[in-house]
């Protein structure tokens, strides 16, 4: 069973940086594709970025690219955020994928945080 922890979240200011981290346990974590996604209220979950466990490769939502950056180590992940925006404003959800494939669609990933709450003021 493999169990994630999302920290980090919090308030800011439009323009400001915040540091999502992901505590992993459980489960092979080096060979999992790794992701976050974000929902806004009465929006869906949707896709922001992923790092593959195998070769690394990292992949951005067009919204993000540019201004977020997503890591791993040996047994976190992290989704460096910069220049947010108010409509960044979501609970963001840190979700791995045993098959370690590089997918976009959040069905595809088996394991799921609790998620954090970030808030982006104008």
């Known amino acids: 069973q493999v169990h994630l922890v999302e920290s980090g979240g919090g308030l800011v200011q439009a323009g400001g940086s915040l540091r999502l981290s992901c505590a992993t346990s459980g489960g092979t974590f080096g060979r999992y594709t790794m992701g976050w996604f974000r929902q806004a209220p009465g929006k869906e979950r949707e896709f922001v970025a992923h790092v593959r466990g195998s070769v690394g490769n990292t992949y951005y939502a067009d919204s993000v690219k540019g201004r977020f950056t997503i890591s791993r180590d040996n047994a976190n992940v992290y989704l460096q955020m910069n220049s947010l925006k108010p409509e960044d404003t979501a609970v963001y959800y840190c979700?791995?994928?045993?098959?370690?494939?590089?997918?976009?669609?959040?069905?595809?990933?088996?394991?799921w945080g609790q998620g954090t709450q970030v808030t982006v003021s104008s």
């Open positions: 979700a791995a994928d045993v098959s370690g494939l590089a997918t976009t669609l959040a069905r595809r990933y088996e394991y």
